[in-house]
Structures are given as structure tokens and as C-alpha cells.
């Protein structure tokens, strides 16, 4: 495992900010962490980075304790902060070489590269930049090192929309070399599309873990019958009814389904993935 | 890493310090221009209107309600009719004290608390180095940028003596050998790297770089008004020595050829030095033990 988390815990005061988080993320997979603000997210991300003490529990990258030997666990990370805040007395060069340097790497030409993919004038000084700019600058500095782990802490956040398709697209790169990515976001499309795996916190606790391939097998049916029968057919699940308008979620093999639909009654009917955000909403809506 | 480190430091302190620089060289040529008018021209149109002796002068001017200006000159022991021990006045000048302090504090009180107001040192951190490297990183830019500040008022103290004339001149109590300044630098020194030891030890516990710079600045204002008043009210004497400033008299070592061979002289300095180690070594652990907020 490059990540593991066991009984992460953090107490500020007499509040727990993170509730016994078990973790682990391997090399390669893209892991989101979902949750509303104070879920504890950033909290554990804060935990791995060594800038918080865990009250309880421990946690590791690539093998190294992240709070005693804080050192070498970070020279496997590559961090964008969600709070982004950079050397405005800088320019972007400056910045990208200067944090380059305490990596002990320079690499001149893999950073003109990824700079005018990202479409960023480097030669301005930071200060002049926009909310935006400044964070493609800030994603230049954690992706040129390729570390073995990268964590991105709401990282498409001021991205506008083509930026946002690019960076995902390099975390897909960046899992096709082997390098893993654990992000927290707030966009659930964003985390469906690239996402092998996600955990979604609720007051501390991960009180949900999901795998994404799965997710993408199982449909959300929504269908108008002309009978009052409840529908029967295996695989199908989670019903609830509205006068005649049923809906329920289906886990098998989609031409069956339809085979099977075909010889009802069917007057309307709407076949979507079941997504991220009907399994969030059961954690964080109204009804929560 | 740690050369990286520095460098980047003192890169963003560099405008600063030729200002600070600038200030003090600067101040130190003024007084020894008022140097030369008192101990030039004042002194002596004063023995000749009125036929009063040095001796005259120094306990009608003083003494009494002229103690503070004592105080702030340096004690007794100052001859105003000699050009060297009025112009060792300009070191322990109030003006030159605030200036110095304001640098020690305004730097140390930004070197944490100012990085994780400012949400920087989230970035720094989150690369390959130790929160050590950091303190000892500013330790670093101090003993590379508090000699420069010395040297500065050294420059000061030999151009103004050379622009009024004091080198070289043929009358003895106006005569300035410049390089008898040198050893009071160290003084100098160590009084900086003791204010800035203490308020990086505060920085290292802070999160707000105004309120760590408050702090500091009420700590520093109430040592110097405590050092102040202990000199001129007796009762208040007993508690000078638990002030930084009653540790800084450059002065004897300046007018003094032999001021090695007095032990109050390395006493002084010593504690200087100790606090500064303390107040870095305090920074150190505090620092490598706290948690590191989020920037608001």
C-alpha cells in the first residue's frame, strides 16, 4: 500500500474533527474523498502532510510514520492546499524552480512543457495573477516532480471548465504511471469521472466506501406501469412507488432488463447510471 | 536545501535591510555632526561666556532633572567635551534601540507567525523539509543580516567622523579613532539576536503576525521602560537586570582599550547571547511540536 490510515482520530478541543478514518490507496488509483465543509476531509489530508498531530491512531506513506518521520513521507507528495496561498513577491518561474529546488529536482524543460498546456505566462509575477492562473501555477509545482502521491485538496476549484478537463486528464496520465492521487472534492461529477474509488466522510467518520466501476454497473429505472404490481426481476433493488410511477435501482446485465421490460406494461420509462450523488445524497441531504 | 532556503530569506529581506541600513549609517553621521557642534563649538563658547568648567556644566546639566538625558547618554562615565564618548551616545540612543528592536521584531515576528498568517507555510512544508530547517534557516539569515546592520552603523560612525573632521584631529578631546567602535559591535550583535530570539520564539507559537508583533512590542517597550526607570529611581534598580536592554552597554567597550579584562563586560554579553540561543532553541521545539492551522 503507498497510503494507510489505521484509527486516524483528531480531536480539536472537545470536538473530533476525525473519527477513526481507515484508509489505504495503492500506486495507481485515484481516490476521491467526498464530503460538505468540517467533514474532516482537509483534516486528514492535513494529518498526512505532517501538519497536524493525529490525536489517536496512525497513519503511513510509502511505509513512513506521517508524523515522526514526516520527512520522507513527504518527499512522496506532491500537495495543492485548498486555502491557496503562494510567494506573491514571486513570479510563477520563480515559485515552480524555487519549490523545485527543495525538492532537489529542476526539470527546465518538462515544466515549459506542462506550462503551455496549461496555458500559464510564468514570467508574471504572481501577485498580478488571477485566482485561477494562480492555481494552474500552484498545479505546475505538484505535478512536475511526479511523486508517487499526489493529494489535491479541492484542486478544480476557480478551474474554468477546459482547465478542469486538462487537469483531470493528467490525473488519468498520472495514474497510468503508476502514481496514486488522493483528492477531495466537492463536484461529484468531476470525482465519478476520474475516480477509482471513493469515501465519503460525514462528521469525521467515512461512513461510506464506494468503488466507482461498480457504481457505473448499477442503472436508476424510473418507469410509469399500467398495472399496480410491484416489478419483480433480479437484480433490481431499493424500490419505492408514486401512484404508478415506480423507480428502483438495477445491478445485472442491461439487455435482460430490457428484455424483461418489454414484456410489461410500460408506459414511460428513464434508464440513467445510478451516480455519485444519489449514494451522497443518502448520507448528506435533507434527509441525512 | 537549506542554502535554497536562506537564499530565498534573505531575498525577501533585502529591501528592508539597505533601508534599515541606510537609516542607521545615516543617523550615526547626523550625531556626529551634533557631536561636533557640542563638544566643538557649544562646550567651548560656554567656558568662554560664562567661565564654567566642564565639571560645572556636566552637574548643572545632568544632574537633577537632567538625569534622564544621563540615562539616555550612557552613564557617568561620559565625557561630553570628547568627541569618542559622545559619539558612542549615538549607539545607545533610544532612536538607534527602536530601530534596531523594530528590525529584530518586524522580522521575527513574520519568520512563522507571518508564513502561517499569510498561509505560505502550508506550501513550504508540504515539500521535502524539516520544520527545524526552517528555524535554523532564519537563524541563518540572522547572523548573516545582523553584522550587516553593525557594520552599517560602524560606516556611519567613521563617515561622520571624517566628514567633521574628527579623524586626525590635532586637539585631543576631538580626536576619533574609528576602529575603537569595533569591539561595542558586538554588543550591538548580541542585543538584536537577543530581541529576535524572543520574538521568534513568540512567532513560533503564533498564528497571527500582528498579534505576535503586539506582543513583542508591549515585551520590548516595557523591558526598555523598566531599564529607564530603574536608572533613575532607585527603587526600581533591583529589576533592570531581568531586562534585555540593561545587558547592552557597548559603551565601555568602545572608551575603554581594556574592556576585555572585565568580567561584567562578558557577563552582559553572555546573557545576551544566552537569551538569543534560548529564545532560538525555544522556537525550535515549540515550532517542530505545534500543529499547523489552516490560513483562514
Known amino acids: 500500500m503507498l497510503l494507510r490510515t489505521e484509527q486516524l482520530t483528531k480531536d480539536y478541543g472537545t470536538c473530533r474533527a476525525l473519527d477513526h478514518l481507515d484508509l489505504e490507496i495503492k500506486p495507481g488509483e485515484i481516490f476521491g474523498l467526498l464530503g460538505p465543509n468540517g467533514s474532516g476531509k482537509s483534516t486528514a489530508l492535513r494529518i498526512l502532510l505532517g501538519f497536524l498531530r493525529p490525536t489517536a491512531g496512525k497513519a503511513w506513506i510509502a511505509g513512513h510514520d506521517c508524523w515522526h518521520n514526516s520527512l520522507e513521507a513527504r518527499r512522496q507528495v506532491g500537495y495543492l492546499p485548498g486555502e491557496l496561498r503562494l510567494y506573491e513577491n514571486m513570479t510563477g518561474r520563480q515559485l515552480v524552480r524555487f519549490l523545485g529546488r527543495l525538492r532537489q529536482s529542476t526539470q527546465t524543460d518538462a515544466e515549459i512543457r506542462l506550462a503551455r498546456a496549461f496555458d500559464i505566462d510564468t514570467s508574471r509575477p504572481i501577485a498580478e495573477l488571477s485566482s485561477g492562473m494562480k492555481r494552474k501555477v500552484a498545479l505546475l509545482q505538484v505535478l512536475l516532480p511526479q511523486t508517487p502521491l499526489l493529494i489535491l485538496d479541492e484542486p478544480t476549484n476557480t478551474l474554468d471548465p477546459t482547465m478542469r478537463d486538462e487537469l483531470l486528464g493528467k490525473l488519468s496520465a498520472a495514474r497510468q504511471r503508476g502514481q496514486a492521487v488522493l483528492f477531495s472534492s466537492h463536484v461529484l461529477a468531476e470525482v465519478e469521472k476520474v475516480c477509482d474509488r471513493v469515501g465519503i466522510l460525514r462528521k469525521g467518520r467515512l461512513v461510506h466506501m464506494q468503488n466507482v466501476a461498480e457504481l457505473r454497473e448499477v442503472k436508476r429505472v424510473r418507469a410509469r406501469f399500467a398495472g399496480t404490481a410491484a416489478p419483480q426481476f433480479p437484480g433490481i433493488r431499493a424500490v419505492t412507488r408514486h401512484e404508478n410511477d415506480w423507480s428502483f435501482e438495477y445491478a445485472g446485465p442491461l439487455p435482460d432488463l430490457l428484455g424483461w421490460l418489454a414484456g410489461q406494461a410500460v408506459q414511460d420509462l428513464k434508464i440513467e447510471p445510478l451516480g455519485l450523488a444519489g449514494i451522497y445524497q443518502k448520507y448528506h441531504g435533507n434527509g441525512a | 536545501m537549506m542554502p535554497v532556503l536562506v537564499t530565498k530569506l534573505l531575498r525577501d529581506v533585502r529591501t528592508g535591510l539597505i533601508l534599515v541600513c541606510i537609516l542607521l549609517a545615516a543617523f550615526q553621521v547626523l550625531w556626529a555632526r551634533v557631536t561636533q557642534r557640542i563638544s566643538g563649538h557649544i562646550l567651548d563658547s560656554l567656558q568662554q561666556l560664562g567661565g ?100 552599517s552603523m560602524w560606516g556611519g560612525t567613521f563617515l561622520g567622523a571624517y566628514l567633521v573632521g574628527f579623524i586626525g584631529n590635532p586637539r585631543a578631546t576631538l580626536a576619533v579613532n574609528p576602529w575603537a567602535f569595533g569591539p561595542g559591535l558586538l554588543n550591538v550583535f548580541l542585543l538584536v539576536f537577543a530581541v529576535s530570539g524572543l520574538t521568534m520564539w513568540l512567532s513560533s507559537a503564533g498564528r497571527f503576525r500582528w498579534r505576535v508583533l503586539g506582543l513583542a512590542v508591549i515585551l520590548g517597550l516595557l523591558q526598555f521602560l523598566v531599564n529607564l526607570i530603574g536608572q533613575l529611581w532607585d527603587p526600581a534598580k533591583p529589576f533592570r537586570p531581568f531586562t534585555v536592554f540593561y545587558y547592552y552597554q557597548p559603551q565601555p567597550m568602545m572608551l575603554e582599550t581594556s574592556w576585555y579584562q572585565h568580567g561584567d563586560v562578558w557577563l552582559r554579553l553572555g546573557v545576551l547571547a544566552a537569551v538569543g540561543t534560548i529564545g532560538y532553541g525555544m522556537a525550535l521545539w515549540t515550532f517542530c511540536k505545534r500543529d499547523l492551522p489552516a490560513p483562514l
Open chain 2, 52 to 151: 564654567l568648567s566642564i565639571e560645572d556644566i556636566r552637574t548643572t546639566v545632568f544632574q537633577g532633572p537632567g538625569q534622564i538625558i544621563q540615562a539616555i547618554m550612557g552613564g557617568e562615565g561620559i565625557r561630553i567635551d570628547h568627541a569618542a564618548d559622545m559619539l558612542s551616545i549615538s549607539y545607545v540612543h533610544p532612536l538607534t534601540i527602536f530601530i534596531l528592536s523594530t528590525w529584530a521584531i518586524g522580522r521575527a515576528s513574520g519568520a512563522i507567525a507571518g508564513e502561517i498568517d499569510r498561509g505560505t507555510m502550508e506550501l513550504l512544508l508540504a515539500q521535502p523539509i524539516r520544520r527545524s530547517q526552517v528555524v535554523l534557516a532564519h537563524l541563518l539569515v540572522d547572523l548573516w543580516t545582523i553584522p550587516v546592520l553593525c557594520l
